[in-house]
C-alpha cells in the first residue's frame, strides 16, 4: 500500500485542494486527510490502512451512490484508477462509464436472433443511452 499513499502525497503536493478517490480491488478509497473530510459527509466509518495513515471506502458497486452524493459536496473529486494510471474528474468519469456501457450492450447483442420487438427495443434503448452521454459531455458547453 506504500505506493497507494506515494501516490496520494504526489497528487497532493500538485493540487492539494482536490479530494483524491482511489481504486483498490473491488474497493474505492479516500486516505489520509481526505479519509478525515468525507468520512463524516458519506457517513462512512474511518480505519486505519496502515499505522499512520486513516481511510474510508465503499465497495465499487455503490459508486454511482457515492458519486451523486460528492457531486453535491463543494469538493473537487478526482477518481484515481491505479492499475489504469487513469484520472478523472466525476463527469469525465461518468462519460466513460456510460460510453463503455453502451458500447458493451452494442457489442454483446445477438442480430441474429432478435425480433422485431425486440431490435426495436434495442434501438431505442441504444439511443437513450446516447442522448445521456451527450447531455453529460454538454454539461458544461
Do not use: H, W
Not at 28 to 52: E, G, H, W
Not at 114 to 123: G, N, P, Q, T
Amino acid at each position: 500500500m506504500s505506493k497507494l499513499i506515494d501516490l496520494y502525497k504526489s497528487l497532493k503536493e500538485q493540487d492539494s485542494n482536490t479530494l483524491y478517490l482511489f481504486k483498490s480491488g473491488i474497493f474505492f478509497i479516500f486516505i489520509d486527510d481526505d479519509a478525515t473530510t468525507v468520512s463524516p459527509i458519506l457517513n462512512l466509518k474511518l480505519t486505519f490502512l496502515n499505522q499512520s495513515t486513516q481511510k474510508c471506502g465503499f465497495p465499487i458497486n455503490s459508486l454511482d451512490k457515492y458519486l451523486r452524493l460528492l457531486d453535491n459536496t463543494p469538493y473537487k473529486i478526482k477518481l484515481i484508477d491505479d492499475s489504469s494510471n487513469v484520472s478523472y474528474n466525476i463527469r469525465d468519469f461518468n462519460i466513460n462509464k456510460n460510453s463503455v456501457d453502451l458500447l458493451t450492450l452494442i457489442s454483446t447483442i445477438d442480430v441474429e436472433n432478435l425480433s422485431v420487438k425486440e431490435a426495436y427495443d434495442f434501438i431505442s434503448n441504444i439511443k437513450e443511452s446516447a442522448e445521456k452521454i451527450l447531455k453529460e459531455v454538454n454539461l458544461d458547453e
